[in-house]
């Protein structure tokens, strides 16, 4: 019998959920990315918990790149929201004043570094983290009236033109024009250390910036900020030094270079601490934060010390900068995990699940190095039978990072790649996972890991 595109759609629909995927791939551009690691269609979520359209259920330590941090669908957060809608607010009114602006603002300038929060200013951007990397260096620009920027190797600031251009990522930047005149630096990554010395390269960074910025034929102009990660997450979850990070403050401080601190991913508790900076204790010029500040809904704000207060009005303007729902959803979030000690259990949380990661990796080889912070966790698979580099680390293996990812599908455990060569294993459970959860995680990529690496 031959196969018409009608008979093709009642056999895919005899299937739960084949004929949303098929007319996935038919009707969305070739740029979609989770769906092609995850072919599965949602249809429940609560918690740590996705349930398929096809009755399976997964545990997902993706937590929408980091955005969930209570996970799906918390009942603090549908309350609020619920609430919200019953109350008649307005759910869109551009950048005018509102009582749940007003209390986001409040609930977000309390979770801040108190020294930071102190006399600083906050802008609504765009939804996406990526818009308000945008509003910060167009910040900086305007106050210091110098164009470039400095960033550093394997940043991940987003997907726009400024963004993208202080952005590592090569095979995202190459086909298109420079957004901007950027200097790339250093980021320490004792691994793969970019000056083959290990934990040593941290410190040599900070003196390679250093000199680099003082050399009057180093070819760097006075630039308009620099911006960095704390723990670069799409670079392969590389946490920097604190030692290093307080440099790079005084670096910055002493040359009048303003600094920006992307804390997209970072932010709310994720890596132990409510914000990224608390573990060094520095105080940047501005912070960009997204994601989990919405509580699961679209948000995006830079916050920033006062004196770079310099644009006129409209001089960063967005049609959606005041999603009133989002608002409420990220005071729920913002005080729930302040509240119930979310961010010191991150930091307890994230410390057991990888020590028992590097456990593994005494026995399975294939896992070459384990490192992040708190909730946010990095596991870099290797071929041990590659040759090793100059700090012993052996050649990435992203074919076998593919399959692992692919095991624990199979195994209800949604974790995503990410790395120089997508072949690390990243982790980024919501702040609520239970220790069961966590042992069970850690079970199924183990059984994974092994498996993988046996085929």
Not at 37 to 43: A, G, L, N, T, Y
Not at 93 to 116: G, I, M, Q
Not at 189 to 214: I, K, N
Not at 332 to 337: D, E, I, K, S
Request: charged letters at 20%.
């Amino acid at each position: 019998m031959t196969l018409t595109a009608e008979t093709a759609e009642t056999a895919a629909a005899a299937v739960p959920g084949e004929a949303i995927l098929r007319r996935q791939r038919v009707r969305e551009s070739a740029a979609r990315t989770y769906a092609r690691s995850f072919p599965i269609v949602p249809v429940r979520a609560s918690g740590m918990t996705v349930e398929g359209a096809d009755g399976r259920r997964y545990l997902d330590c993706l937590s929408g790149a980091g955005t969930l941090a209570l996970g799906h669908n918390h009942p603090v957060v549908l309350e609020a929201i619920r609430r919200t809608l019953d109350s008649g607010a307005p759910l869109h009114l551009l950048d005018l004043a509102t009582a749940e602006k007003d209390e986001f603002t409040s609930a977000l300038f309390a979770s801040l570094p108190p020294a930071f929060a102190e006399g600083s200013k906050v802008h609504f951007c765009g939804p996406a983290g990526t818009d308000a990397v945008e509003a910060a260096l167009k910040l900086m620009q305007t106050a210091t009236g110098r164009r470039g920027a400095l960033a550093f190797t394997g940043a991940y600031h987003g997907m726009t033109a400024g963004a993208l251009a202080v952005t590592g990522s090569v095979a995202v930047k190459s086909p298109l024009p420079s957004g901007g005149e950027v200097t790339r630096l250093p980021y320490p990554y004792a691994y793969r250390c970019p000056f083959g010395v290990g934990a040593q390269g941290a410190e040599l960074s900070s003196t390679y910036v250093e000199r680099l910025l003082d050399d009057p034929s180093g070819g760097v102009l006075p630039p308009a900020a620099m911006i960095l990660e704390v723990v670069q997450g799409e670079g392969g979850v590389v946490p920097a030094p604190d030692s290093w990070l307080r440099e790079m403050r005084r670096i910055t401080a002493e040359r009048g270079i303003p600094l920006i601190v992307d804390e997209v991913q970072t932010g709310v508790g994720r890596t132990g601490s409510m914000w990224a900076v608390g573990h060094s204790g520095i105080q940047p010029d501005a912070m960009v934060l997204s994601k989990a500040i919405g509580g699961s809904l679209p948000l995006a704000v830079v916050v920033y010390r006062e004196e770079y207060d310099g644009w006129l009005p409209g001089a960063h303007t967005g049609t959606f900068r005041g999603n009133t729902l989002a608002m409420a959803a990220g005071v729920a979030t913002l005080r729930y995990v302040g509240a119930n000690g979310l961010v010191e259990r991150a930091a307890r949380v994230g410390a057991r699940m990888s020590a028992r990661l590097r456990a593994l990796k005494d026995r399975l080889p294939v896992i070459g190095d384990v490192r992040g912070r708190g909730l946010m966790i990095g596991a870099e698979l290797v071929d041990p039978s590659g040759p090793p580099d100059s700090c012993g680390a052996h050649p990435a293996d992203p074919a076998l990072a593919r399959r692992v990812r692919e095991a624990c599908l199979q195994r209800g455990l949604i974790v995503e790649l990410g790395g120089r060569h997508d072949a690390v294993l990243r982790l980024l459970p919501p702040l609520t996972i239970t220790d069961e959860q966590a042992e069970a995680v850690l079970d199924r990529l183990a059984d994974a890991v092994e498996a993988a690496s046996a085929a």
